[in-house]
């Protein structure tokens, strides 16, 4: 899948180089049972997205794992475009941390791409005792050739946002990223920008928080995160902690994917707003709201006002675009972001959602729209939950989209989606004028998996995409 030549490694030697690769024919996805009733392992899902094939919009092999309720969460890979360098290196191995158990999967995907196999098992012990860190989530290669990733608690559950490194050939346990005892309250995701020496992190919030499920007193008390991490790259010192102002639960982040840009997009899911972060001219960091989705007043839900809950965000490989998912809201954005201070809305699209026209919850307000939306009805099945997870094609000409969050809270605001399991969706994209288009011959049924319904959760492709490669 990657660019092939005389001396190069994994990837594509820039962003604009990357949207002329090749069309997407795989995708890889983990699927979550833990907290679903079935008791099976979790596993990863290859799914077949190429139009030609006679197994298009199928699941063509299932990998599950030796364990049961880790919570595969996200994924990444031993290697990436950091590496592009360095020819001894190529993407083989997909990394997947376990949100619950701690658990570090490496999967095969080199030998046989339609059918992964399990390569390695990181046990939770080992980072435990040498990182003190535990409930992992976001995984990110190094040019160094290291794996890194971002934890959210220590072993007992509190909040500890460090991150773990792992070696990117053998996958030990290295220790930690950042030095000893500088980990960041909180923690969640991590994206880094070498030029400018920096790395930024978020906050979710502690795991006994979280876990369980979501309590509304938990936001009054202060518990859920509110700022980002500045780390300076080279010494892996936090050197500043920006508050985010309305931004509560600041999850994905995103730099522009120009190695060279001093700017970037953070998603703040009960804040319903997008933040830009940039390098002020005192060389800090500085941020500002951008976008703001405004609440609808609800009854027949669990609190009076309903946010948008701001989830998944993802930026086109030439930074034209800003793609956002509303979980709850149950509609995905499109932005041009040509000028990053005023983003300009393009494209959107309802996929569901918990305001749907014939469900348990009446909108009494809506600035935004003048009726509730209707139910979306893909070849005949009825989309339970809402858009969740995103990724764009290279090209930037399809996005792909699953509706589970995190099985909790799943579980929570969208009991149905337990019952009818997730499902995989594509929406074509106007990339000219813009705008969102659902293709109406594509599903993944997640509810008729051969052991019972279950979650899915992040997409990735074998050779890379724009969430999970970071350019020097």
Same mark, same amino acid.
């Given at each position: 899948?990657?660019?092939?030549?005389?001396?190069?490694?994994?990837?594509?030697?820039?962003?604009?180089?990357?949207?002329?690769?090749?069309?997407?024919?795989?995708?890889?996805?983990?699927?979550?049972?833990?907290?679903?009733?079935?008791?099976?392992?979790?596993?990863?899902?290859?799914?077949?997205?190429?139009?030609?094939?006679?197994?298009?919009?199928?699941?063509?092999?299932?990998?599950?794992?030796?364990?049961?309720?880790?919570?595969?969460?996200?994924?990444?890979?031993?290697?990436?475009?950091?590496?592009?360098?360095?020819?001894?290196?190529?993407?083989?191995?997909?990394?997947?941390?376990?949100?619950?158990?701690?658990?570090?999967?490496?999967?095969?995907?080199?030998?046989?791409?339609?059918?992964?196999?399990?390569?390695?098992?990181?046990?939770?012990?080992?980072?435990?005792?040498?990182?003190?860190?535990?409930?992992?989530?976001?995984?990110?290669?190094?040019?160094?050739?290291?794996?890194?990733?971002?934890?959210?608690?220590?072993?007992?559950?509190?909040?500890?946002?460090?991150?773990?490194?792992?070696?990117?050939?053998?996958?030990?346990?290295?220790?930690?990223?950042?030095?000893?005892?500088?980990?960041?309250?909180?923690?969640?995701?991590?994206?880094?920008?070498?030029?400018?020496?920096?790395?930024?992190?978020?906050?979710?919030?502690?795991?006994?928080?979280?876990?369980?499920?979501?309590?509304?007193?938990?936001?009054?008390?202060?518990?859920?995160?509110?700022?980002?991490?500045?780390?300076?790259?080279?010494?892996?010192?936090?050197?500043?902690?920006?508050?985010?102002?309305?931004?509560?639960?600041?999850?994905?982040?995103?730099?522009?994917?120009?190695?060279?840009?001093?700017?970037?997009?953070?998603?703040?899911?009960?804040?319903?707003?997008?933040?830009?972060?940039?390098?002020?001219?005192?060389?800090?960091?500085?941020? /500002?709201?951008?976008? *703001?989705?405004? #609440?609808?007043? &609800? =009854? @027949?839900?669990?609190?009076?006002?309903? $946010?948008?809950? +701001?989830?998944?965000?993802?930026?086109?490989?030439?930074?034209?675009?800003?793609?956002?998912?509303?979980?709850?809201?149950?509609?995905?954005?499109?932005?041009?972001?040509?000028?990053?201070?005023?983003?300009?809305?393009?494209?959107?699209?309802?996929?569901?959602?918990?305001?749907?026209?014939?469900?348990?919850?009446?909108?009494?307000?809506?600035? /935004?729209?003048?009726? *509730?939306?209707? #139910?979306?009805? &893909? =070849? @005949?099945?009825?989309?339970?939950?809402? $858009?969740?997870? +995103?990724?764009?094609?290279?090209?930037?000409?399809?996005?792909?989209?699953?509706?589970?969050?995190?099985?909790?809270?799943?579980?929570?605001?969208?009991?149905?989606?337990?019952?009818?399991?997730?499902?995989?969706?594509?929406?074509?994209?106007?990339?000219?004028?813009?705008?969102?288009?659902?293709?109406?011959?594509?599903?993944?049924?997640?509810?008729?998996?051969?052991?019972?319904?279950?979650?899915?959760?992040?997409?990735?492709?074998?050779?890379?995409?724009?969430?999970?490669? +970071?350019?020097?």
């Amino acid at each position: 899948m990657a660019t092939k030549c005389g001396k190069c490694g994994p990837g594509y030697p820039s962003p604009l180089e990357a949207m002329k690769g090749p069309r997407e024919e795989l995708v890889y996805l983990p699927c979550i049972y833990r907290n679903t009733g079935t008791e099976a392992p979790d596993y990863l899902a290859t799914v077949d997205v190429n139009p030609k094939s006679p197994q298009y919009s199928q699941v063509i092999h299932r990998l599950p794992m030796p364990n049961l309720k880790d919570e595969l969460h996200h994924s990444g890979w031993n290697t990436c475009s950091s590496c592009f360098g360095d020819s001894t290196k190529s993407r083989t191995k997909l990394v997947l941390p376990s949100l619950i158990s701690s658990r570090v999967y490496v999967v095969d995907v080199a030998t046989e791409p339609r059918a992964p196999k399990l390569h390695k098992v990181v046990e939770p012990k080992e980072i435990h005792a040498k990182c003190d860190l535990s409930y992992l989530h976001t995984s990110h290669c190094l040019a160094s050739g290291e794996v890194m990733i971002s934890a959210l608690g220590d072993p007992k559950g509190n909040g500890k946002g460090g991150f773990v490194l792992l070696d990117g050939e053998t996958f030990e346990v290295k220790g930690t990223w950042e030095q000893p005892g500088g980990a960041a309250p909180m923690g969640y995701d991590f994206w880094y920008q070498p030029r400018h020496n920096v790395m930024i992190s978020t906050e979710w919030a502690a795991p006994n928080v979280l876990r369980d499920g979501f309590n509304p007193a938990d936001v009054e008390a202060g518990l859920y995160g509110q700022h980002l991490h500045v780390w300076d790259w080279q010494r892996h010192e936090k050197v500043q902690t920006l508050t985010l102002q309305d931004g509560l639960i600041p999850l994905e982040i995103r730099f522009l994917h120009n190695p060279a840009a001093d700017q970037g997009f953070v998603g703040c899911a009960l804040g319903s707003n997008i933040q830009r972060f940039y390098k002020n001219q005192g060389g800090t960091w500085s941020v /500002e709201k951008v976008i *703001q989705v405004p #609440p609808k007043k &609800v =009854k @027949g839900w669990i609190l009076p006002e309903m $946010p948008s809950l +701001i989830t998944d965000i993802l930026l086109s490989l030439d930074d034209r675009f800003l793609y956002f998912s509303n979980w709850l809201h149950g509609d995905l954005r499109q932005y041009d972001i040509s000028d990053p201070k005023r983003p300009r809305l393009v494209g959107q699209i309802f996929l569901g959602g918990s305001i749907v026209k014939g469900g348990p919850v009446q909108v009494l307000e809506d600035q /935004e729209l003048k009726c *509730q939306p209707e #139910p979306l009805v &893909v =070849k @005949g099945k009825r989309v339970a939950g809402g $858009p969740q997870m +995103i990724q764009l094609s290279l090209d930037g000409t399809r996005l792909y989209v699953t509706t589970s969050l995190y099985s909790a809270w799943d579980k929570q605001f969208y009991p149905d989606l337990i019952r009818e399991g997730s499902v995989m969706l594509q929406i074509d994209v106007d990339t000219v004028r813009g705008g969102l288009k659902l293709n109406p011959n594509f599903l993944v049924d997640f509810g008729k998996e051969p052991l019972g319904p279950a979650l899915a959760h992040e997409l990735r492709y074998p050779g890379g995409d724009c969430s999970s490669d +970071i350019w020097l």
